[in-house]
């Protein structure tokens, strides 16, 4: 084992995610000495199917199975995690349940929305089959609405489809934009590094272990973030000592729903630009323009070989619900969940009305991809593991991703997520 504890930081963080990031940029900015330890690469977004698979399709590792009839779920591992293919929505934190627990981020949220380029998707970048979908569910009644999205819309290009292969052109805000900032203001990141457990004394964390290549290597630090996500941190903590992390999680079930319009001609497009959030029934229904390749994974599997060329007549709805606490994270990292009656109830509703907006927008042969899920969260829930500043019981020792969030919420958390690193940032600072 290579010993690194001479070399001492003020603060480690393990992972680039959007929570991780932003705590990285906060402190760096502060004049802190940070290291931040990723499993993932660095390479340069190629926005390129191949690297999409290798960051975020690897079974196993990022392409996550439960046991429960091929039920998969994706986390992106590389510098930025899932950021770097999400579809750039920015939906607001919910303010409400973070109140209950003594967290408010309203100020948070307000400064990060004046720097990041947060704004409805341009009528002039909306693709046609979003168009179509959004008149459709107006005329029937739905409020469809555009929502917010990480872009820089001034770099972004018409008919593209690279949102989830990863934005080559810089368009798409993502969490490697923090790190690289951290990074040039002096944090030190290395990427390749499978942090295996916290080193603590006492009850004290202070610091990690953790392998890169074939070598294991220990590094100190006053402080300690763990933001690997909503399973890699679980696992990490468990293999810490504290084995009560990773139960009773949620992870945001979602389908999609196709139908054809002959001479619809839809080219790429920005996904998820616009669509309607029932808060009361817990569901999200939006537009989501897949790539041919996801669209084949979604549709071949269905025996619908007749659809195989007709992604650009296909209009696609994705219905993602607000699932119940339940399952685990197995300490390898694989997830153990079903989905439960009820929520199998919320996607066959918000299917019905996808259905609906389909036929009424002239679509044909309507049917349903496979049972999918996004967003793991509350596995190391604030108010059971972490205090109102997100500080586990051992000293120290923080955590900042969607691990944290408490309750089900059915959203994307990206904005919510750097809102709470922001907040962890400068209590950090604060005490120091």
Known sequence: MNNAQSNAYDTIIVGSGPGGASVARELTRSGQSVLMLEMGDNAPIRGSLFQMASNAGIP??????????????????????????????????????????????????RDIKAELPIAPTEDRLMGVGAKRIMDSALSLGYPWEKFNKFIYQDKCREN????????PYGAKWTARNYVEEAVDQGMTLINGARVTRILFEKDKA???R?????SDHEVSANTIVVSAGGVGTPQILRQSGLHEAGYDFFFDPLIMVFG???????KGE?????????????????????????F????????????????????????????????????????????????????????????????????????????????????VK??????????????????????????????????????LGRRLGRHLESRA
């Open 60 to 109: 196993g590792q990022s392409l996550l199975f439960t046991d429960k009839k091929f039920l998969g779920m994706v986390r992106g591992i590389c510098t930025g995690g899932s950021s770097v293919f999400y579809c750039a929505t920015a939906f607001d934190p919910p303010t409400a349940m973070l109140d209950a627990y003594g967290i408010d981020v309203r100020d948070q949220v």
């Open 270 to 294: 920005i996904q998820m630009s616009a669509g309607y959030h029932n808060t009361e029934k817990g569901y999200l229904m939006v537009d989501l323009n897949f790539p041919t390749p996801m």
């Open 160 to 167: 593209c489809d690279k949102c989830s292969y990863g934005c």
């Open 296 to 379: 084949w994974a979604q549709s071949l599997p269905r025996l619908r070989l007749d659809k195989a060329f007709s992604r650009d007549k296909t209009l696609m709805i994705m219905i993602k619900i607000k699932d119940g606490l339940g399952g685990r994270v197995t300490w390898n990292g694989g997830v153990r969940k079903s989905i439960s009656a009820a929520d199998k109830d919320k996607l066959k509703e918000g299917a019905t009305h996808a259905r609906r907006i389909l036929e009424q927008a002239g679509a044909k042969s309507v049917f349903k991809g496979w049972t999918v899920a996004a967003h793991p969260g509350g596995t």
């Open 382 to 419: 604030i108010n059971h593991m972490l205090d109102a500043d997100l500080k586990t019981r051992k000293e120290n020792l923080y955590v900042c991703d969607c691990s944290v969030i408490p309750e089900p919420w059915g959203l994307p958390p990206t904005l919510t997520l750097l809102a």
């Open 210 to 214: 953790y392998r890169k290549g074939f």
């Open 260 to 266: 054809s319009v002959d001479g619809l001609k839809s």
């Open 206 to 208: 202070v610091g990690v």
